[in-house]
């Protein structure tokens, strides 16, 4: 009788499951392909689209935030469909959880836990038209080292004009096909060039041993590629993010770029930059005044200490005093040096650089976007630096955005807006709407793109 009951369970548990297996099987096909719609907060709507389909994993979700572009705002994520029929995956606003209306082909849900409540609401949308533009992968050779990358490129190629990307401090790749500059500036017919940093992703080179000298040579050979290239470009261009500010000035320094655009990029030196995000980021973690003394003798050594052993024990007991203050939240890994040798490669050393000569003869158009609460690349030193190199006739040549309440990577954070005594509103995260503005009313006005 047992293995009778237990025959039973097991027909009984396959055809649940079976069922159960139909059920998302049919859902899927009612949820593939393609979405829009948005998260729904108090009075406020932040455009949400997403991709569903299905893999060797299973079912995914390519989700696009376009309000968090250019910085970020693409992800894939893992979609659920649980016994109770509910659709569920992550988003940049927490998990979502989504009932379908398979008749009227539309999800509506909510952010778990969220308070007040985030809504989801999607529609289902025909499969978009064909790219009008291709993606091209991209070797540039410099010297002993390869950069890889891809070039996008649109189909119309009546507009000459090309523009290289040039990321920040860190060794991270990034994704060159994907890159969201390139998704942005191709719908306005420009060809953008992104590439590995070298010694990442598939580049060749050592990242963390390379200089602003190195990163700014190989930005020089991918402008020398664009202007090889069989597309005859006219104007060639130079995007550069926060540190990426200071590897285009200096491979301004020996070549030609016809524009400038810096994102957070200081005009001021490594040096002085450091000294002033100190200044900035001592009262934003509001750290207590014995620490200030700790803090700038560790800027100091920095730059100036020897590589002894002497100066090695000094940075360890200034680094124990920085994790009892809270100033240890002011330094990046490449900050602390490993070993007495590695004081001589600290970052700050291996790009000490001052833009002033490069930035006071640039003679072309240049924009410069800061962030209005950036702490770490603060925009009135920046600004006044920037009106001194830019001096007479050339200062019709300098545009400066500053982005209102935006932080160093251009973003704004979700809060409750007042906009008068009677009107507020919930203002969503989301990378500040000057940064695209600016960059294309720039393009725009110096005709590096038809209007």
């Not at 979502?96 to 509506?108: G, M, P, Q, R």
């Not at 400038?260 to 005009?267: E, L, N, T």
């Not at 002033?356 to 240049?366: C, E, R, Y």
Request: hydrophobic content about 35%; proline content about 4%.
């Amino acid at each position: 009788m047992k293995i009778k009951a237990i025959k039973i369970l097991i027909i009984l548990l396959s055809t649940y499951y079976l069922h159960a297996q139909e059920t998302v099987n049919t859902i899927f096909n009612d949820i593939e392909g393609h979405w829009e719609g948005g998260f729904i907060k108090s009075n406020s709507l932040q455009k949400f689209e997403l991709r569903f389909y299905k893999d060797e994993d299973g079912i995914k979700s390519l989700q696009i935030i376009e309000e968090w572009h250019p910085q970020f705002g693409e992800f894939v994520i893992p979609v659920e469909i649980d016994s109770l029929n509910h659709i569920k995956f992550n988003t940049g606003l927490g998990k979502a959880i989504l009932k379908l209306d398979e008749k009227s082909l539309e999800l509506n849900g909510s952010i778990i836990n969220s308070t007040p409540s985030v809504y989801v609401h999607l529609k289902k949308i025909p499969t978009p038209p064909a790219p009008n533009y291709t993606v091209e992968e991209i070797t540039i050779q410099n010297n002993d080292v390869s950069l890889y990358g891809h070039l996008h490129q649109p189909k119309d190629k009546s507009n000459k004009t090309a523009i290289i990307i040039v990321g920040g401090r860190s060794c991270y790749a990034g994704s060159t096909k994907y890159d969201l500059y390139a998704k942005l500036l191709r719908q306005y017919s420009i060809s953008v060039l992104v590439f590995n940093k070298r010694g990442t992703g598939k580049s060749t080179g050592d990242c963390s041993i390379a200089t602003i000298d190195d990163l700014a040579n190989d930005v020089v050979a991918c402008r020398n590629y664009l202007a090889e290239h069989p597309n005859n470009y006219e104007n060639i261009g130079v995007i550069g993010s926060s540190a990426g500010g200071w590897v285009i000035a200096k491979a301004e320094e020996t070549t030609d770029f016809d524009f400038m655009i810096s994102i957070v990029g200081p005009s001021t030196s490594v040096y002085q930059q450091q000294m002033q995000s100190m200044e900035y980021g001592f009262n934003v973690y509001k750290l207590p005044e014995s620490a200030k003394v700790d803090l700038i003798d560790y800027t100091n050594m920095m730059f100036k200490a020897k590589a002894t052993k002497t100066n090695f024990d000094r940075f360890k007991a200034l680094l124990a005093n920085a994790k009892k203050d809270g100033w240890n939240e002011l330094l990046d890994d490449t900050d602390i040096p490993p070993d007495v040798a590695g004081i001589d490669n600290l970052w700050v050393r291996r790009h000490n650089y001052d833009p002033n000569i490069s930035l006071s003869s640039f003679d072309k158009p240049f924009l410069a976007i800061y962030g209005e609460i950036d702490w770490i690349v603060p925009f009135k030193e920046n600004i006044e630096r920037l009106t001194q190199q830019f001096k007479g006739d050339r200062l019709k040549l300098l545009n400066i955005t500053i982005a209102h309440d935006a932080e160093h990577g251009t973003e704004t954070k979700g809060k409750y807006i007042n906009i008068n005594e009677k009107h507020s509103y919930w203002r969503f995260f989301r990378i500040s709407p000057s940064v695209q503005v600016s960059i294309i009313d720039f393009l725009m006005k110096y005709k590096f793109i038809d209007k």
